[in-house]
């Protein structure tokens, strides 16, 4: 069966673009598909170093598109799972160094052998976006609970429906439970009312995401804390599986009850 | 009252109530690239045409941009005086 190629892209930068590819890659691996990442921050690259794999670059994708190496010499093997590989970026050069219709070819020649081909985009709305979107047959946008974060999620999602490449599919990251209970976050409702696309992730704020770039281990991989699971999630719903969207708020409310029992004097 | 009674008086609205209602405001604006001033000359010439055709209220005239899914909608509610107009009183 032939691959789908999803690109991940949000506008704004930092909200969790290459923390979400590395992670699906991950879940949908580990679901016994065959996943190529493509990094496609030339210039900033770290999907590399998210997944862990920064020491095993040999050629990235400016190499493949330039034609000093051959596809599959690009391509590393994460060992930790059966079929996940990455193409990484180039890191000294910019994102001129590939072209639209080059990403295009490059994904062509991957949809045969591979189940999924997940494209991490740079932020932005220039050549990298431009580069990245154009081979994709789905994009999801990642978005925070912030204002920026949104406003700039809705200018992509009028550009990808631009390029007919529409409609996105939205993953709020980075959801506080606590600051919505308290008034002071945007819900997820209120961020749907605004963009008007549906709703495939809802990622809560989880440290193990941090502690798990530092290791170069993504969270997905022991499916540890809130965050692994939600990516898990999105991962199935990209399968077409039905999954009600978790609701970690009330887990949290029972495990901090839980904590005040077990430890009289309080946190 | 005293000061910190201020604060409850005035109901302070919560912070993503007020992020919510910013972000319609600049979404919309965002969309259709009109700036407020571009928009304030777009209904003042739409109510100086209707008016040469019917008597209205300036100030019973309501025009605002709303969102419709991914749409915008510029919607018009312009209530019409019953005179004919050039009919003297």
Not at chain 1, 193 to 203: F, K, N, P, Y
Not at chain 1, 217 to 235: C, E, M, Q, W, Y
Request: net charge neutral; with cysteine; hydrophobic share 40%.
């Amino acid at each position: 069966m032939a691959a789908t190629i999803i690109t991940v892209t949000s506008g704004k930068g930092g909200v969790g673009k290459t923390t979400a590819v590395a992670n699906l890659g991950v879940a949908l691996a580990s679901n016994g598909s065959k996943v190529v990442c493509i990094d496609g921050d030339i210039g900033l690259r770290n999907l590399d170093v998210v997944l862990g794999l920064e020491n095993r670059i040999v050629y990235d994708l400016v190499d493949i598109v330039e034609g000093r190496c051959r596809l599959k010499q690009a391509m590393i093997r994460d060992k930790r799972l059966p079929e996940l590989y990455l193409i990484p970026a180039a890191q000294t050069r910019d994102k001129t160094a590939v072209s639209p219709s080059d990403m295009v070819n490059l994904c062509e020649q991957l949809r045969e052998e591979y189940d999924w081909v997940l494209i991490d985009s740079p932020a932005g709305i220039e050549r990298g976006f431009k580069n990245t979107i154009a081979p994709a047959d789905k994009v999801l946008v990642v978005t925070n609970p912030e204002v920026s974060a949104v406003r700039d999620a809705d200018r992509i999602i009028g550009l990808v429906e631009a390029e007919e490449k529409g409609p996105a599919q939205l993953i709020i990251n980075r959801v506080n439970y606590e600051m919505i209970r308290r008034g002071d976050m945007l819900t997820s409702e209120d961020i749907i009312d605004l963009l008007a696309v549906e709703l495939i992730g809802l990622v809560p704020e989880d440290e193990n995401v941090m502690i798990a770039t530092n290791r170069g281990h993504p969270v997905t991989l022991d499916s540890k804390g809130k965050a692994g699971r939600a990516f898990a999630n999105i991962a199935k719903r990209l399968e077409g599986q039905d999954v009600p969207f978790e609701d970690f708020e009330k887990k949290d409310d029972i495990i901090r009850r839980l904590s005040r029992i077990l430890k009289p004097g309080g946190e | 009252m005293p000061a910190w009674m201020d604060k409850i008086s005035t109901g302070k609205q919560k912070s993503a109530v007020k992020a919510k209602e910013r972000l319609k405001f600049v979404l919309i604006h965002d969309r259709t690239d009109l700036s407020n001033e571009t928009l304030d000359k777009l209904k003042n010439e739409i109510l100086e045409v209707i008016s040469r055709y019917v008597n209205i209220d300036p100030n019973a005239v309501q025009i605002t941009m709303n969102q419709d899914g991914r749409e915008q909608r510029l919607i018009a509610d312009i209530p019409i005086k019953s005179q004919s107009k050039g009919r003297n009183r």
